[in-house]
């Protein structure tokens, strides 16, 4: 036990010391944040400065009409439709709308052209535009007046709600929570490759560079790969923590010092109480997030997942020579993985709680992935302690297989290994 | 007293036997030389002592105990197939070795600091090894076999990599190590330093132990009546006492001549009848090298080969 400590021990000083491992803890979290402001504030700008676009209207018929808006401005052309195209193409305008003669109960024959194919939400603004005239103009000969019609429009937002079986509600935002899950989700999945390879790298640089026997004559093979396993854990989780206390306080860093400049919300066109609104909606819905039960979750999940990975990939390790000989064993370990967050884009965020994305998440293999991208939605208990339970039973079971082979593998130099030989290793007596 | 007894092991992987009921006792305080040709067994042997496999068939006794985890810290053991981890600094990596054989972090510093300084490596213990030289990483590694004072050591080619000067350094190392009272395993394809330094040697090949005994034994055992005759004109011829192998020019006018004497003879009877032959300038008994005693059983031929 002692000696396994010995190891944890030094995997984790030998990388943590790393001058890539102090550079990726500290520029990560300030990357990140920046990446997204600068997307945001490119996408402001972008919007900011969208010019306003002309649109030649070649309109036969009186049931509707375009007023300019602040993207559009709308030009009459000259018919027939032939000699307007003509005009359009010469021209620098943004698009031509043709509008025949149209019968009110049958509205047939609107064009749009455009030099470039126009978008589908685009047209579907114009059709929506149109559609809602030609009501209010049956609804007015139906014999309602103007201020009925007005009436008439109304404008609802829905708000939803979690309610929990103790009858609690709470504010729900599909948005946030279906970011929770794509962060988390997607978070696993980075992490588990990403030390996952290092202690494959981690074993193969052990054997290449001949230091095993020795070290296989003081502790077992099983010792040692334990203890590159955990120690390679614990470098994950440290880094994860920093990450998670360095981003805090930018964020709040960042959040004290948007709230002191209302102007920019001005400028937004929001009113100040409506500023005060959202803010607080926000905060709310941020508060409310479970976030003690989400990260816990997170460090069991990327434990337990990393754990059943990362003793198959050092099992790969021991059973090599060199990087280039592992990818042929890489395959059916990156395959979950890569199912896992397949299944997280297909099946979780489109039916959270169907079957699929119920199995993915109780199955060892996936459920690190899938169970992350599943719990921001609400996951049952009993679902998540049966998926805790086999995701232990799961990396216990592949600890012990990836011993077996690699206690035989470490050994080996200069031996093709193909799964025969793996198979044969398994059932090796020590 | 013998500090490891190997009684009647076997070992033996899918597809062939490594070892086949191997037995022998390794003499307390002794360098004992393990012999054997490329893939006899001797490997597999030494992973068995250092508890890395486990034997079939068999059992091996440390200091009369049976050999258990405990004495992991009693031995050391410098593999054929070494290294070190590159990016890890000298004293970083002794301590940590140390540790991994049972001493405490204060102790492993101080007698890694102590062995790095007697062997002339003291300024590189903040040094980082992929700036080591060869010669220097292997310093690195014998300090590491050795630092915890364990009272049996496993050397498998322990001077390869080294230039004349420091092979001579570790082998006097390896000398002092035993006066102070260590047992040394030391295995080897260099018959030269197995006549420098073995007392003992046990050989294997295919898998069998072939030989085993004090090396004076085993010279003994293999000792054939065969003389050098150095002498000036004439011819030598066979007689009654003893045969004729060969002859040769040596120069100066002198020849040398390889005579044996049969069974019944001793080496007065050859004298006299070579005085009757010719003018004896040298007469020397040849002593069976190390070299000819592993090639000629190699061979699986009792007589011996001259190299």
Redesign the interface.
């Known amino acids: 036990m002692n000696k396994i400590l010995l190891v944890i021990q030094r995997e984790f000083m030998t990388r943590v010391k790393k001058k890539s491992f102090l550079l990726a803890t500290i520029l990560v979290p300030l990357i990140f944040p920046a990446i997204i402001g600068l997307m945001v504030y490119l996408k402001s700008e972008s919007e900011k400065n969208k010019e306003q676009e002309l649109i030649y209207l070649l309109n036969d018929s009186a049931l509707v009409t375009f007023e300019d808006s602040d993207r559009y401005k709308y030009e009459n052309v000259e018919g027939p439709l032939d000699s307007a195209k003509s005009t359009f193409s010469k021209s620098e305008a943004f698009a031509l709308i043709y509008i025949p003669e149209l019968d009110i109960e049958d509205p047939k024959g609107v064009a749009f052209y455009a030099k470039s194919s126009p978008g589908v939400t685009l047209v579907r603004g114009f059709e929506k535009d149109i559609e809602s005239q030609i009501r209010d103009r049956k609804l007015t000969l139906a014999g309602l007046s103007d201020d009925q019609l007005d009436q008439l429009k109304t404008s609802v937002s829905i708000s939803s709600f979690n309610l929990s079986d103790t009858g609690d509600e709470k504010k729900s935002d599909a948005k946030s929570t279906f970011w929770i899950s794509y962060v988390m989700g997607f978070l696993i999945y980075i992490f588990l490759f990403a030390y996952g390879s290092q202690v494959m790298q981690g074993v193969i640089e052990e054997k290449s560079s001949k230091i095993v026997e020795v070290i296989v004559s003081t502790v077992k093979p099983f010792q040692m790969m334990v203890g590159k396993v955990v120690g390679v854990a614990s470098v994950g989780i440290i880094q994860f923590v920093i990450w998670m206390v360095l981003m805090g306080v930018i964020w709040a860093v960042i959040g004290s010092l948007l709230g002191l400049d209302p102007s920019q919300a001005q400028a937004a066109g929001m009113t100040p109480e409506q500023q005060q609104i959202q803010s607080n909606e926000i905060l709310e819905i941020i508060q409310d997030v479970n976030w003690t039960q989400i990260i816990s979750l997170f460090l069991f999940y990327f434990l337990g997942g990393y754990l059943l990975y990362g003793a198959l990939f050092a099992a790969v390790g021991s059973a090599v020579d060199t990087p280039a000989d592992a990818q042929q064993f890489m395959m059916p370990i990156m395959l979950p993985i890569i199912i896992s967050l397949m299944g997280l884009f297909m099946f979780v965020f489109e039916d959270p709680d169907g079957t699929v994305s119920f199995w993915l998440s109780i199955i060892p293999f996936t459920s690190p992935i899938v169970m992350m991208g599943r719990i921001g939605f609400g996951v049952p208990a009993w679902e998540i302690v049966l998926s805790m339970v086999l995701l232990v039973g799961g990396f216990i079971f592949t600890l012990w297989l990836a011993g077996r082979i690699y206690r035989i593998g470490i050994l080996m130099h200069g031996t093709k290994v193909n799964y025969k030989v793996l198979a044969k290793w398994l059932m090796q007596k020590n | 007293m013998s500090l490891l007894k190997v009684e009647s092991v076997s070992k033996s992987?899918?597809e062939h036997q490594a070892l086949a009921n191997v037995s022998m006792e390794i003499p307390a305080q002794t360098i004992f030389g393990l012999l054997g040709p490329n893939g006899a067994g001797k490997t597999t042997l030494i992973?068995i002592i250092?508890?890395?496999?486990?034997a079939?068939q068999g059992s091996i006794l440390f200091d009369g105990v049976p050999l258990n985890l405990e004495h992991?810290k009693n031995?050391g053991?410098?593999?054929e197939?070494?290294?070190?981890?590159?990016?890890?600094k000298v004293g970083e990596q002794l301590v940590?070795?140390g540790?991994?054989?049972g001493l405490s972090l204060r102790d492993a510093t101080k007698t890694g600091k102590e062995w790095c300084k007697k062997l002339g490596i003291g300024d590189w213990w903040g040094k980082k090894v992929e700036d080591l030289s060869k010669g220097m990483a292997q310093k690195i590694?014998f300090i590491?076999t050795v630092m915890h004072e364990p009272k049996l050591i496993i050397l498998d080619e322990p001077f390869s990599g080294f230039d004349p000067v420091n092979a001579n350094l570790i082998k006097d190392e390896i000398l002092e190590l035993r006066d102070k009272g260590a047992t040394i395993i030391f295995s080897t394809h260099r018959m030269e330093s197995v006549e420098q330094l073995c007392d003992h040697v046990a050989m294997i090949n295919k898998s069998e132990k072939i030989l085993d005994g004090s090396k004076a034994e085993i010279k003994e055992q293999f000792r054939d009546g065969s003389y050098y005759v150095e002498f000036k004109e004439g011819e030598i011829s066979s007689g009654s006492s003893f045969e004729l192998i060969s002859t040769e020019d040596i120069g100066r006018g002198l020849r040398r001549a390889l005579v044996q004497y049969s069974a019944e003879g001793n080496p007065n009877d050859l004298l006299k009848e070579l005085i009757g032959q010719v003018e004896i300038h040298s007469f020397v008994e040849r002593i069976p090298s190390m070299n000819d005693i592993f090639i000629s059983l190699v061979k699986g031929n009792p007589e011996l080969v001259e190299s």
């Open positions: 992987y899918s992973r250092n508890q890395i496999i486990e079939d992991i031995i053991y410098l593999p197939e070494r290294g070190l981890y590159k990016k890890m940590y070795l540790q991994l054989r590694q590491a």
